[in-house]
T-cell receptor, first 113, second 113 residues
Framework: EAQVTQNPRYLITVTGKKLTVTCSQNMNHEYMSWYRQDPGLGLRQIYYSMNVEVTDKGDVPEGYKVSRKEKRNFPLILESPSPNQTSLYFC????????????FGNGTRLTVT | KQEVTQIPAALSVPEGENLVLNCSFTDSAIYNLQWFRQDPGKGLTSLLLIQSSQREQTSGRLNASLDKSSGRSTLYIAASQPGDSATYLCAVSDQGGSEKLVFGKGTKLTVNP
């Protein structure tokens, strides 16, 4: 089954404790992206990647890092999480041509205390 | 900067009604427009994708139209059912592909039995 898999689904952590949210897709997609969704603000793009070893900033990249060492994986790293990073995070992928739709994972709800 | 607006923010209709959801965008130089559905606690599911050269796309009871020159898209849902209850989001990508996808904040639809 074609899917985007994020882990974990729920995560509670404390300020400053480094964490990684994993994202994997099995569709051989070129393009992958991370978004955060906050009430009243909607979905905002954090980082995206057009291919292996190619990443670029979205609209809200501060406080986040990503890497794309393999085509299928695109982890989101929070080196020193802060409470304002409490949010619902989504990973997404597409074939990158603009012709195919964007496929989303089921989300990771992060709480930073 | 591209801005996407969806009005109304919420809509409640009786089962069986035909309905229209609206999406407007400020910059008409888009590559494509997608309509998504989001169920509570879940990721987004792509419903329809319209390329900038297209006027409409249809899938089952759903029909999406695009008027680039006026910066508008509509999602028409025929014979609505309680299972259609969800939040519907539209998103536009600028010239070049899906790298910089800008989302509206969505319309929360409730279809009452």
């Amino acid at each position: 089954e074609a899917q985007v898999t994020q882990n974990p689904r729920y995560l509670i952590t404390v300020t400053g404790k480094k964490l990684t949210v994993t994202c994997s897709q099995n569709m051989n997609h070129e393009y992958m992206s991370w978004y955060r969704q906050d009430p009243g603000l909607g979905l905002r793009q954090i980082y995206y990647s057009m291919n292996v070893e190619v990443t670029d900033k979205g609209d809200v990249p501060e406080g986040y890092k990503v890497s794309r060492k393999e085509k299928r994986n695109f982890p989101l790293i929070l080196e020193s999480p802060s409470p304002n990073q409490t949010s619902l995070y989504f990973c997404a992928s597409s074939d990158g041509t603009g012709v195919g739709p964007l496929h989303f994972g089921n989300g990771t709800r992060l709480t930073v205390t | 900067k591209q801005e996407v607006t969806q009005i109304p923010a919420a809509l409640s209709v009786p089962e069986g009604e035909n309905l229209v959801l609206n999406c407007s965008f400020t910059d008409s130089a888009i590559y494509n427009l997608q309509w998504f559905r989001q169920d509570p606690g879940k990721g987004l599911t792509s419903l329809l994708l319209i390329q900038s050269s297209q006027r409409e796309q249809t899938s089952g009871r759903l029909n999406a139209s695009l008027d680039k020159s006026s910066g508008r898209s509509t999602l028409y849902i025929a014979a609505s059912q309680p299972g259609d209850s969800a939040t519907y989001l539209c998103a536009v990508s600028d010239q070049g592909g899906s790298e910089k996808l800008v989302f509206g904040k969505g319309t929360k639809l409730t279809v009452n039995p």
